[in-house]
T-cell receptor, first 115, second 113 residues
Framework: GAGVSQTPSNKVTEKGKYVELRCDPI?????LYWYRQSLGQGPEFLIYFQGTGAADDSGLPNDRFFAVRPEGSVSTLKIQRTERGDSAVYLC?????????????FGPGTRLTVL | GNSVTQMEGPVTLSEEAFLTINCTYTATGYPSLFWYVQYPGEGLQLLLK?????DKGSNKGFEATYRKETTSFHLEKGSVQVSDSAVYFCALYGSSNTGKLIFGQGTTLQVKP
């Protein structure tokens, strides 16, 4: 079956611009996660959705970052006034309702470069 | 707070050598532990997991045992292959049920023929 898909695969933008990154989870997965992975580091948690609502947004670095999941499926991560430090690979994952052993399935990521 | 520490890489081995990648964690309660693998050009994939103390996760010849007394989850494989070359991430899921995985920094494994 189809896995988690993310678009675009690469995004190059200029400092100060607005970007949107899209995630399409596995069908039937109610939990969706966004992570950010900087070069040479492990993924860092940004936000977790259970259905349409953000159950934990404690990882969003500041108010320039925002994510939505209006119909409980596709999610969009939005970054305003991008900065060079936002350059990273943004990963999306989905799972069945979150629990201690539920596997998170990761997408291929969107590589964001802010010039 | 919860955290994961992995041995630094890169780790370079010859084919058929024994592999150990160390992982230790700090967590409250009883976390679940995972190893994820990222092959070149591919996304993160779950390799194995263990959800309670003394559990052993295994897959594709890799094993890791959840040791609560030493707060460790070391990854081992008896005989590595060139195709095992990848970046390996140890991760934990805290018992607070927030949904998030906490990852180590990753260890790059290079296996030479």
């Amino acid at each position: 079956g189809a896995g988690v898909s993310q678009t675009p695969s690469n995004k190059v933008t200029e400092k100060g611009k607005y970007v949107e990154l899209r995630c399409d989870p596995i069908s039937g997965h109610t939990a969706l996660y966004w992570y950010r992975q900087s070069l040479g580091q492990g993924p860092e948690f940004l936000i977790y959705f259970q259905g349409t609502g953000a159950a934990d947004d404690s990882g969003l670095p500041n108010d320039r970052f925002f994510a939505v999941r209006p119909e409980g499926s596709v999610s969009t991560l939005k970054i305003q006034r991008t900065e060079r430090g936002d350059s990273a690979v943004y990963l999306c994952a989905s799972s069945r309702p979150s629990g201690g052993g539920n596997e998170q399935f990761f997408g291929p990521g969107t590589r964001l470069t802010v010039l | 707070g919860n955290s994961v520490t992995q041995m630094e890489g890169p780790v370079t081995l010859s084919e058929e050598a024994f592999l150990t990648i160390n992982c230790t964690y700090t967590a409250t309660g009883y976390p679940s532990l995972f190893w994820y693998v990222q092959y070149p050009g591919e996304g993160l994939q779950l390799l194995l997991k263990a959800t309670k103390a003394d559990d052993k996760g295994s897959n594709k010849g890799f094993e890791a045992t959840y040791r609560k007394e030493t707060t460790s989850f070391h990854l081992e494989k008896g005989s590595v292959q060139v195709s095992d070359s990848a970046v390996y991430f140890c991760a934990l899921y805290g018992s607070s049920n927030t949904g998030k995985l906490i990852f180590g920094q990753g260890t790059t494994l290079q296996v030479k023929p």
